[in-house]
């Protein structure tokens, strides 16, 4: 699992969570990328951790791994991934997108900062979504609060976090929240509880879906769009 | 898993494709309906296999099973069993629907009968899943070729499949096939051989799919949509 | 025209709505399930009313019927209906809900209750009409009023459902209103009367359709979609 | 009803095509436009002959009708119509896409020229009805094959349309047909014999739905789409 | 460019907006309709000063225009100038609606009028542009406010304008606004100072994309949509 | 205007197609990526050569360019760009894209390659353009033909393409063609003689929509989508 941002912290976050799922013929590891912004909070931030991290997808099927997962609710470079290697990739985004709606009639998403709302609105739009999107909305809208701030205050993020689900589940009348950010994976089961509702962690669920994948002998078609580019192709 | 149609034959295909997911500590069951047809093959049938399956399914709520699978393509009475039940339901369809656009970009759906055509896009439809759907194909077109025939001749069946899998991936540049009838399953491994995209059997990603809800405490939402209908709240 | 539940009361609202659109040549009669539930408020009753009313239906076929209207807002198996028999069969959901973008440019969909409100925005997601949509709304939200509280409590009824109207209105910026209860029939005109927008009532709208598709010699067509099941193809 | 273009053919058509529908106490006057074009075969015309019968339109509210048909496919003016009365206007067009959803999963329009299919597709985009769309073919591509040649040669013009419904029938696979231009009425019943699926003809539809919405007392709302235009309220 | 109502302020207020836009070689007039009203405010204004503006198009090819503008929000008449005309013609409020959606996730339209909100609403449904739509949104919702009383009271108009688009962009996260009235055009450099988002004159965006299909070589397509009527063909 | 690939024959290309729009006071530069590939034909290489050009984008702001044009129809890095510096950014894509339906009812998008072609469909569906689509279609089908090859032979690439314009306009119905990658601008004018259909050159729309941009002193909006990353907010 590559968590294209270089904050240990969070690194640290993600193996904890994924800690239950550990089985005994499954070996799951977390890697960041090493160098680069300690969180993913724009486009920007998606093109140049992209770039920075294809190198290690490469590498990783190299070295004989079964899958990626790209664990930063943006999906930077998840095309350009699952081109470069005939190995499953899946980014944890989608992942959860395609989950929600089996779960209810429409999802929450719940995202850090306010600039990140029209992005992760978008990416619904790219996966053709939209119908089941219920809502985006950022933790604290109208404030500069930042992954890196959350990252430093876990439980005002959590406070926080619970706090704008509730507001949005009565407006949206969403039936199913997504955590939009990596780092909240930890409030997860603390959220179901409180909350009533659902709460999907993408993270977990990348790993489910991609276990499964490795499992079924199935991976990304190469037929159209995520055929390797030219110079990857010669040299097979 | 449930099995809403009587055919013994369907059934030992369902056992027969799952047998290599089978794990250590995880028990998948195939029962199959009591009664009516042996293939479910109209909006008709989903009614009346429908109804039949429903008490099914809260008993296996009762009788302690942590999941069920409703293993019809149609997805018969798939609403009111996520409805009825606390622990997760999912139906074949909507396992493999929400599965195919994060391997390609759009997906073929192989049905057996012309008249399953329409009642397919339908349910592609009802789950918001319009802009990834390249197209629905019935294997023989103009014929009156039925489950039942493919479920007695395997072998023509399968050849009748990779053909209308060849002609429907030119014309429609589908990536990714899902098989649209649970008797196709066994097939599905000489399928992605021979045509070289991912071929989707939708029993085998409900299963990957129900094992992973279980694991993640995740199952449909009680708030609005799958609220348990007013008398079988008073039961609790 | 059937009414899939078993209440007296209803049954006797509809006779009562149609009261004013009898005509010489013209015999309309409302028949309830022959059990069952009162009020169908899930999908659970959709589909055993439904299972109920199919044989119903085929029926009023055998015995002479120009045409069929289930007359439930859910439109419980109707699909399946319109697979049975050669006559016109029309939901009222349908009926009122393809009328509606004629009289204005979003319509207004008034359910009974919170848990309504999901199945009936899937019913129109399903109809192909989001674009017409304004809001769902349920007259009582956050209670549990079930539609067997309005059949008690007429008067109640009526003051809740004009109330939830003027707030829908102004938020949704709706211009015509669709009673998604059959039950409600009775206040059609009062509520034309107040609230100063076209009200549909689904029934009467559904009476009119089939009557005119009966004079124009039109049904649901055979080709694919409503096709008879294989075992009633061999009936003919 | 008013026939928007001049052509005293296309008239006597459409009464034709209503003479069975009259009934005891209800009267149907097909009026015809005064003067400019036979046939309205484009955006341009629909604009003069829209000013030209809108008039009309008021005089039949003051000579005291119960409501209007505009009776050519292409709804001219319909949206100006409907504000400048209180009576209900309908579109013929509009009345048929709003009805054959009902009776099959997918329609085909047959227009008579290849310049009509775009305006044809654009209409129904604008009432958001896409998702229910096959076809739009017109009977003769790639000629100047014209309404006004229609109107000159009528069993040439029932062949070609028939022939290009066959083909049309079998790539888009939709189910029902409509005709798109009001003066094809005449060959609905040979069509729906010959070809085996519902064929609508537009007029007829029309004049069901008006008998019905005035039976209903419903109309067009007056709250925001349609209001009068500020100099019509003056008046009242 | 064409002012499609008789207001000369109207005009006057086009003129002063475009004075900063003259280049050397560039000439561009603005030309009122002869008759008709001061400003369009219904579907029935867009078909009668439609009707009156479309010789004057004509005319406008004749005497050897490069181009023509129709400077009327509502885009009166638009679909039948593109096929009168060989010249490319360009309605204001498509050229400010397509190029929206490139500054920004979301486009706000303000409107002069209530009514106007579902005419606004059902032309950017027909450019096929819902899904970058934040809002339409009336300046002064409830009231009788009209384009004459704006064309009067400058500063009342201003003021009413920035009040509604605070509102706005705070509910509808709007991040892009076009100015729904060609009167407006005044005010954009104060609203966009004042407001922090780019705001968009219609009219300006029209002069520039004229300019640039002149310089290109470009104008709409003879092929189907816009092929010139039978008559016009003829003169050819 | 930053060509994202390193071909000094793309480059020229471009600047030969610009050559007739220089003005006086304006004054266009293109300007290779210093490193990397050729052509991009993959999304892998939109994340690397978008990485190489964004620090150029940020030099051009510094260097007091007035706007910056990605001429890849591809868009790389696109959002990042826009986010990054408050200069105007536009892609050649996006500007051909939301001109084309303001020119016909439907366009067609002509691509090098077959893996091109859900790149280019995935892009128009993020840009909320779906409605507007005729086809996207590769000029080689089923081959190996690249960018780089079409760079090499202009005579065989031009025939190629429009051997597939005639064989696309057919089947799509399309009346205008957008040119899906640079390297074509050449045979713009050729392909439009030829084919009597609009033909649009991405890069020349991008240079009149930027200078009309400059003019109206209009740039993306930084209120939410295109705000600057927090490390480039600080510098400021």
Chains 1, 2, 3, 4, 5, 6 share one sequence.
């Not at 699952?82 to 395609?98: M, W």
Request: include cysteine; aromatic fraction near 4%.
């Amino acid at each position: 699992m590559l968590n294209p941002n270089t904050s240990e912290t969070n690194r640290q976050i993600l193996v904890d969570a994924l800690a239950p799922y550990q089985e005994p013929n499954i070996s799951i590891e977390v890697v960041n990328a090493k160098k680069g912004v300690e969180g993913l909070e724009s486009y920007y931030h998606k093109v140049i951790q992209g770039a920075e991290i294809l190198p290690m997808i490469q590498k990783a099927e190299d070295d004989g791994y079964d899958g990626v997962i790209i664990a930063c609710y943006g999906d930077p470079a998840i095309e350009a991934a699952k081109e470069l290697v005939n190995i499953p990739v899946i980014g944890i985004a989608e992942a959860a997108l395609f989950l929600a709606p089996i779960l209810g009639h429409k999802f929450l998403v719940l995202v850090t900062a306010d600039t990140s709302v029209p992005r992760a609105e978008r990416h619904i739009r790219q996966l053709g979504l939209n119908e089941s999107l219920g809502e985006v909305r950022a933790i604290n809208p109208g404030t500069s609060w930042t992954i890196v701030d959350s990252l430093k205050d876990r439980e005002k993020s959590k406070n926080l976090i619970i706090e704008a689900c509730r507001g949005a589940l009565d407006e949206s009348r969403a039936e199913v929240i997504i955590l939009g950010c990596s780092e909240m994976a930890e409030h997860a089961a603390d959220m179901q509880q409180e909350l009533g509702v659902p709460v999907i962690d993408p993270t977990t669920v990348a790993v489910q879906t991609i276990i499964g994948l490795v499992k079924m002998n199935l991976a990304q078609s190469k037929r159209f769009c995520y055929q390797k580019p030219p110079e990857f192709q010669k040299k097979e």
